[in-house]
């Protein structure tokens, strides 16, 4: 069972866009909520963005709300996350998540995926 991200991360000046995606391994992970946490050097890991295992349901930190989406396709068992009018305070490690729980807390989420970097210069 692994949670892999391909594609997206890099560098972007502020205001521009990025697209991450995450690709779970296993038919597993339809029934998962899946999501990205964020680590910015020198802070804790945060919640970003989650998504229910349906897609019915999407969840956003205050910080992200309105200029990043996410998304899922069950049919590829992939996660996305279109971040839109990038700010430097952006720049971070994204991970993707996954959970069968109904939260999204740091410290129950069940698996994780291999960061991948974005950095948002001004």
């Known amino acids: 069972v692994q949670l892999q991200a391909f594609g997206g991360g890099g560098l972007v000046q502020a205001g521009g866009s990025l697209r991450l995606s995450c690709a779970a391994s296993?038919?597993?992970?339809?029934?998962?909520?899946m999501g990205w946490f964020r680590q910015a050097p020198g802070k804790e890991r945060e919640f970003v963005a989650g998504?229910?295992?349906?897609?019915?349901?999407?969840y956003y930190a205050d910080s992200v709300e309105g200029r990043f989406t996410i998304s899922r396709d069950n049919a590829k068992i992939t996660v996305y996350l279109q971040m839109n009018s990038l700010k430097p305070e952006d720049t971070a490690v994204y991970y993707c998540v996954a959970t069968d729980g109904g939260s999204w807390r740091r410290d129950v989420m069940d698996y994780w995926g291999k960061g991948t970097q974005v950095t948002v210069s001004s």
């Open positions: 296993g038919r597993t992970f339809i029934t998962y909520g």
């Open positions: 998504i229910s295992w349906n897609g019915g349901r999407t």
